[in-house]
């Protein structure tokens, strides 16, 4: 080999020989990133239906704890807003069957209508995968079953009402009837009193004209009489209003005592109370006073 042909060699050992050490300190970080992309090409990939079912467990378990120690209307609430974080539809499907519990009242009611209607909402157009296809139609059936217990409870909220208003024009009744009867009882007993006072004078007139009539003597009798007949008038208007009072007034007091006594039964019955659970409305009676 000829001495121009060396150099260049030469040159391009001495080039090769500088660059080596760039190359060895760049290989540290291309492992580190060839690593990584190992790493993550080997790591399973999480499934986002099985992700949301183990968040709904856990999250069924944290509201069966908040229900016992801070109620159920709590613990609705606290549903309301994990549903609407999470836009999962069992979750509200949860949530309406938590506000089910919570005793009668129309917001409650419509809470329970609103996550059901989200429910079926969400499991049609999901923004994010969280049930599957499989459970599409238990979210519309739960839905449909919420919906349902909802207007029944609706109409037994309704005729509860009707019925508590029935049981309190009953007691206003009775009331009525019972004040009307003690004023006929007043008006009886002022009979009774007019009767004594006309058996009164008739006594008294008997009583001063004994001894003038078995003495024979020429005395005027009219004022006596007079005295006789005013008795008498006085016993016979006193009978009659102690008749008519008396015969009045009992059945009244009768009636009212019966329809007050009635009505306080029928509206202490009326304490409607919503049980757990779907589907299910109890009206337990408690006929203490009120």
């Known amino acids: 080999m000829s001495v121009t042909h060396r150099r260049p060699v030469c040159t391009l050992v001495c080039a090769a020989l500088s660059l080596a050490p760039l190359q060895a300190s760049a290989t540290p970080k291309s492992r580190r990133a060839a690593e990584s992309r190992s790493q993550a090409r080997a790591a399973p990939e999480v499934d986002p239906l099985a992700q949301a079912a183990a968040e709904r467990e856990a999250l069924a378990s944290r509201a069966a704890e908040v229900e016992a120690i801070q109620g159920v209307e709590t613990c609705a609430r606290w549903l309301s807003g994990q549903a609407w974080d999470t836009q999962d539809p069992r979750i509200h499907i949860m949530a309406a069957r938590t506000w089910l519990k919570v005793q009668t009242s129309r917001a409650s009611l419509d809470r329970v209508e609103f996550h059901a209607r989200e429910a079926v909402a969400l499991a049609d157009v999901p923004p994010v995968p969280r049930i599957g296809a499989g459970e599409v139609a238990l979210v519309h059936a739960d839905a449909e079953g919420l919906q349902q217990s909802v207007a029944e409870r609706r109409a037994e909220i309704r005729r509860a009402r009707a019925d508590r ?114 589907g299910s409305l109890g009206v337990v009676g408690r006929f203490g006073r009120r």
């Not at 007034?249 to 007050?260: H, I, M, S, T």
């Open 165 to 278: 208003r029935a049981a309190d024009r009953q007691i206003r009744r009775g009331r009525r009837e019972l004040i009307a009867g003690g004023a006929m009882m007043v008006v009886g007993a002022l009979g009774a009193g007019l009767a004594l006072g006309g058996a009164s004078y008739r006594r008294r007139f008997d009583e001063t004209i004994a001894p003038v009539l078995a003495a024979d003597l020429p005395v005027d009798l009219s004022p006596l009489r007079a005295l006789d007949v005013e008795g008498s008038r006085l016993l016979a208007v006193g009978a009659v209003l102690a008749a008519v009072g008396v015969a009045a007034g009992v059945p009244l007091l009768v009636l009212g005592a019966r329809d007050l006594r009635l009505g306080k039964q029928r509206r202490g019955s009326l304490s409607l109370q919503l049980q757990p659970g779907l």
